[in-house]
């Protein structure tokens, strides 16, 4: 993807039907990423469900 300071490291991972971006993910980050879309309007949890399980591999790995 494009950026104008050039300095963006992620990767297109959903599209629209015109072709256009619709979320991208940093695949040198454990969790990271960005929709063009409400994930919290809608019956599909999924994106949520992955955030959670990632906050807690995270904790897993960094005990307080």
Known sequence: L???SG???VEG???APDGSVE???DPTKTFAV???WH?????DPRLFE???EAARAA???HPA
């Not at 994930?39 to 019956?43: F, L, M, N, S, T």
């Open 23 to 25: 979320a991208v993910e």
């Open 34 to 36: 960005g929709v063009l």
């Open 39 to 43: 994930p919290e309007v809608g019956d």
């Open 2 to 4: 494009w950026s104008p």
């Open 59 to 61: 904790r897993a790995r």
């Open 7 to 9: 300095s963006l490291d």
């Open 50 to 52: 992955a955030l959670v």
């Open 13 to 15: 991972t959903g599209w």
